[in-house]
């Protein structure tokens, strides 16, 4: 079973409000979720209004873990207050990434530069003025039921569960945590282990009852991936993360370097081929350190 540890502390803000620096070590998933909540709610029951949620330490977070995770964002925004994560891992930020959760979040390397944004998100906030026409009547994408929003922000929906963003501009973003199926490998970037991933892709595919041209097309990309890999890599003791995430419309691949074997440029002709197989194939680099090479099979 997994564990998760939290050990908090006091900190002040410039504003001279007290927030709170939560430090976590272990693991946010199923068997922790719910202590996880727990020890959040308490905090925000409490009168602090402000945390920062310290990822140092974190080895995993599952789809629930993350849906938990934007839901407290949103609770503690509520009563005007916010989260701010610190020092979030790699594979987790490549994670945000792949799922479109970047957006939803305020990211900070330091406990001390989440410190001082929390006076400057304020302002920000305070200066910015819409530029749709406010407010927004439009339909869930799944289920078809409207939805009436008045102003910007983050909003869940109460029959779907949905989390769902609306911006200054009117763009709508859903955020359908409940429905990701997750698979997380470590692998060495030397050795082929496509045999592997393409049976776990299947096993995934499987599951989520995708077509089996989805999990067909997404084999042949891990297959044109590991082929990247393993010509770029020059280290025998280089090793890269693998995400599977998969929901009812899509199946997708991240893949989290740190190397040499993803650090490859726009034109290299294993992205080409990798392109001729799947779909919205992109190379990042991430902002905190290493690459992440991401590709998705959708359903037609």
């Not at 991240?254 to 001729?276: C, F, H, M, Q």
């Amino acid at each position: 079973m997994a564990v998760l540890n939290f050990d908090i502390k006091t900190v002040a803000l410039p504003s001279g409000e007290e927030s709170k620096a939560v430090f976590l070590t272990g693991s946010i998933d199923a068997s922790t979720n719910q202590t996880f909540e727990g020890r959040l709610s308490d905090i925000l029951s409490s009168g602090t209004h402000n945390v920062m949620l310290v990822l140092t330490n974190v080895k995993y977070i599952n789809s629930t873990g993350l849906g938990t995770i934007v839901k407290c964002v949103d609770n503690f925004r509520e009563k005007g207050g916010d989260i701010k994560l610190v020092g979030v891992p790699t594979k987790v930020i490549a994670l945000f990434e792949m799922l479109g959760l970047l957006a939803l979040f305020e990211t900070h390397d330091t406990i001390e530069a989440a410190v001082s944004s929390f006076g400057k998100s304020k302002a920000a906030k305070a200066a910015a003025q819409p530029t749709a026409k406010f407010p927004i009547q439009f339909k869930h994408p799944i289920t078809g039921m409207g939805l009436n929003v008045s102003q910007p922000g983050r909003f869940k929906d109460p029959r779907s569960g949905d989390y769902f963003s609306i911006d200054q501009n009117g763009t709508i973003e859903f955020y359908e945590m409940s429905k990701v199926k997750m698979i997380e490998a470590k692998l060495p970037a030397d050795m082929d282990f496509t045999a592997g991933l393409t049976s776990l892709a299947a096993g995934l595919a499987t599951r989520l009852k995708l077509p089996a041209d989805v999990s067909t097309r997404v084999q042949r990309g891990i297959g044109d991936a590991a082929a990247i890999i393993r010509g770029h890599s020059k280290d025998a003791n280089e090793t890269f993360n693998v995400l599977l995430v998969g929901d009812q419309d899509k199946l997708q691949v991240g893949i989290v370097g740190y190397g040499s074997a993803l650090n490859i440029r726009p034109d290299d002709p294993g992205l080409k081929a990798l392109e001729s197989s799947v779909e919205d194939v992109k190379h990042t680099v991430l902002p905190t350190r290493g690459y992440l090479l991401t590709f998705t099979k959708r359903v037609r």
